[in-house]
DNA sequence: TATTAGCACTCAAATCTTATGAGTGCTAAC
DNA sequence: GTTAGCACTCATAAGATTTGAGTGCTAATA
C-alpha cells in the first residue's frame, strides 16, 4: 500500500517531532501542527494506519508513537528534504597537511567535533607501493627502515643484526632494496621477490634475511587497513542505549579496530559513487548491541579509482540531515584535497 | 589515640571484608571470624570507637561500616602484608622491544590486562638526545626528517620546501644537521643553535629555514611528555562512581594526556626510589570526579637516574595489594630491561 | 464519505504505604 | 571487660494509589 500524500506528512511530522523530543509523539501534538488543520481523532485514525503498516509503534498502549526502522528508513529515503546548499556552511574544516594518516586523523576529529557522535574513518583501498626505503645506522648492531609509502604513510622499524656493519654496506644495502622495491606495491613484496633479491646480492645474504625480516614486518603493518576513529565516548551520551554494561560493551566494539574493520567491510561493495551516502538503521547494522544505533557512511575517493570510507555511529534518533550534510561537505573536502589541491601526495 | 591490636585485627577484617564483598561490613559477620571469639556486641563497641576515630563510617544509621579514605590509608600503610615473594608468579610479563615507545605501550598494556584497571604509563624523563637525524628526498619540493632519539625515540617529519633539491643537497644538508645536532639534547636545539647552523651554511640559509622549521616542530613533538594508557574503558566497571555522566566524564579526562600529565606531575617531586609504590586515595587525588578512585603508581628507573611512572587508576575499593605486587612486578622487569639486558638502548 | 466530539479505557511513571531485615546503641547482668 | 537482650533506625523491596497522556471506538456532523 503506498502511503497518500497526508500520510506522508503526518508520517514526517511523527519523525521530526520525536528526533527533535525524544518522546513518543502523540495525536493532540501532530493535530496542534495548523498547516494540518486536522483533529486528533482524524490523526488517530491516520496513526492507526501507519503502524499497521509498520512504520510507527506504541512502546505502550497508552503511549504516542515512536519510529520504527521502516519508518526511519522511509524518512530518509523519501521524506527528509536535506539542507539547502545556500543553509550550510562551507566553511573549509579541514587543515592541509602532508600525510595521509595526519589528514585522515583530522577527518575523523573534526567530524566528531562537529557531530557529536562517534566517528571513524578508513584509508583509501588504494594500491600502496612503495616511494623508497631510507636504511639507516643506529648502532654498531642496529639498524633503522624507514619506508615512506605513497600518500606520504611512513613506517619506521628498528631491525637489530648480527653483523657489525660500516657505512658502506648499509649504502649497498640501502641501493639494493631500493632497486628492487621502489615502486613496487606492498602486496608484491613477499617470498619471491625477496628471493630474487637474495640472490642478486650474494655474500650478506645472512644480513640480509634479517633485514628482509624488518621489512616485510613493517610492510605488513603499512598494509593492515587503517581506521582512525574519535570521540568514542560521545557513546556514552546516547540515552537510548540505556544499560550501561551495554553502552560499554558498544563502547569496547567501537575501539577494536578488528571489529570496526567488520562493520565497514560489509558496507562497502554498494555503489561506490563519490559522495555517496549510505545509512544503515537498527538492525540493518546486522552487529550485536547496534540494534539501537545508526550508522551513517560517505564514500570518498581518490582519482585513481580507490575509495576511502568516513563516517559516524550514532544513536537511532539522530539528526540525519545534519550528519549527512556534514558529511557530503566533508567528502567534498576531502576529495578536493585528493584531487585538486593535492594536500596529500598521490600516485602521480 | 594509637590503635591497640584488636582495634588494627578488627579494622583489617573490616576493610578486608569490604574489598571482597563491597557490602558494608556488620558486627557479626565480624564477631564469626572464629580466631577472634568475641560477640558481636564487642565488636559494636570496638566499631563505635574506629568510627569515632575517622577509619569507618556508616554509610547510613542501620548499615554495617565501610572504610573511609582514612581507614583505607591506615590499611596500606600498616595492616596490608604484601604477598609473599613465593606467591607472586615472577613469569616475564613484558616482550622485548627495541623502541621505548612500542615498550611503554606494552607495559600499559599488560598492566590493564593484569588488574582490569585504567592504567597509564609515562616516559622517563631522560634528557633527550639525538642520536642521528636522516633527511631524505621524498620528491622534488618535499624532504622527510627521520630524527632518532635515545631510547629509538623515532619521529618522522614531512618538509615541504619552495627550491628543488638534488641529492647533493641532501646530503650536505644531512652532514651539516648531524655535525650540530647529533649528541645534543632537545632542550639545547634553540635559536642560537640554529643561528650558528645557518651561519656555518651560507648560501642555503632560506632552504634552511623551511628544513630547521620542521626540525623544531618534531623536536618540539618529540620533547613533550609522553603517556601511554590503556584500559579506560574499564572505568565504566567500577560501580561505585554510580552516575554514568560522572563516569563518563571521568573517562573523558582519562583519555585527555593534557590532564593525565597534569595528574602524574602533582604526584612526583616524592622519593623517587625505583620499585617505590605510591597510593593516592579518594580525596588525596585532589582531582575532581577522583574522590572515588584511588591511584597507585610505582616509580621506574633508568641508569642514569632519569625516572618514569607506571601506574592505575581504579575505585577505592580495589584490591590494593593484588596491584600492589603486579606494579612491583612490572617495575622490576623494567629497571632488569633498562639496566641490564639492554632491551631498549639507554645513553650507551 | 470523511471528519470530529465525546467518552471509557489503558498503562507508565510518580508518589505513598507498608513490610522486612540487617544492623546499631544502650543497658543491665555476668 | 564482655555479653545477652531489646528497642530503635533506615535502606530496600513490594504493593497500592494517583495522575495524566494517550488511545480506540461510537455516534453525530458537514
Do not use: W
Not at 62 to 69: E, F, K, M
Not at 76 to 90: G, R, Y
Not at 196 to 216: N, T
Not at 230 to 249: F, H, M, Q, V, W
Request: charged share 30%.
Amino acid at each position: 500500500m503506498e502511503l497518500d500524500e497526508r500520510k506522508k506528512t503526518i508520517l514526517k511530522l511523527i519523525i521530526a517531532t520525536y528526533l527533535e523530543t525524544g518522546e513518543p509523539v502523540g495525536s493532540r501534538t501532530i493535530s496542534k501542527f495548523n498547516d494540518l488543520n486536522l483533529s486528533s481523532a482524524t490523526i488517530r485514525n491516520e496513526m492507526a494506519d501507519l503502524e499497521e503498516l509498520g512504520y510507527i509503534v506504541q512502546p505502550h498502549t497508552s503511549a504516542g508513537r515512536i519510529p520504527t526502522d521502516k519508518g526511519y528508513r522511509f524518512y530518509v529515503d523519501n521524506l527528509m528534504e536535506e539542507k539547502e546548499d545556500a543553509e550550510v556552511e562551507k566553511s573549509t574544516l579541514l587543515e592541509r597537511v602532508d600525510r595521509m594518516e595526519l589528514l585522515l586523523k583530522q577527518v575523523a576529529k573534526v567530524l566528531a567535533y562537529n557531530t557529536n557522535y562517534a566517528t571513524l574513518v578508513t584509508a583509501p583501498n588504494y594500491r600502496k607501493t612503495v616511494k623508497f626505503i631510507q636504511l639507516s645506522k643506529v648502532d654498531e648492531q642496529t639498524l633503522l627502515a624507514v619506508i615512506v609509502i605513497e600518500g606520504n604513510l611512513i613506517k619506521n622499524q628498528i631491525i637489530p643484526i648480527d653483523t657489525i656493519l660500516d657505512n658502506e654496506d648499509v649504502l649497498k644495502f640501502n641501493i639494493l632494496l631500493n632497486t628492487f622495491l621502489q615502486g613496487a606495491s606492498l602486496e608484491d613484496i613477499n617470498l619471491e621477490m625477496i628471493n630474487a633479491m637474495k640472490k642478486q646480492s650474494g655474500e650478506y645474504s645472512v644480513i640480509l634475511d634479517q633485514i628482509f625480516q624488518g621489512i616485510i614486518e613493517a610492510v605488513h603493518e603499512a598494509n593492515e587497513l587503517e581506521i582512525y576513529t574519535s570521540g568514542a565516548t560521545n557513546i556514552l551520551k546516547y540515552p537510548e542505549i540505556g544499560d550501561i554494561s551495554r553502552t560499554s560493551e558498544l563502547l569496547e566494539k567501537f575501539e577494536d579496530k578488528e571489529e570496526l574493520s567488520h562493520l565497514i567491510e560489509k558496507k562497502t561493495g554498494n555503489k561506490e559513487e563519490s559522495g555517496d551516502i549510505q545509512v544503515y538503521i537498527g538492525e540493518e547494522n546486522a552487529v550485536q548491541n547496534m540494534e539501537d544505533c545508526s550508522m551513517v557512511t560517505a564514500t570518498y575517493k581518490m582519482p585513481e579509482g580507490a575509495t576511502g570510507t568516513i563516517g559516524i555511529l550514532g544513536p537511532k534518533r539522530m539528526d540525519y540531515k545534519k550528519v549527512v550534510s556534514t558529511l557530503k561537505n566533508l567528502t567534498i573536502e576531502l576529495d578536493d584535497i585528493f584531487n585538486k589541491r593535492k594536500g596529500v601526495n598521490d600516485d602521480g
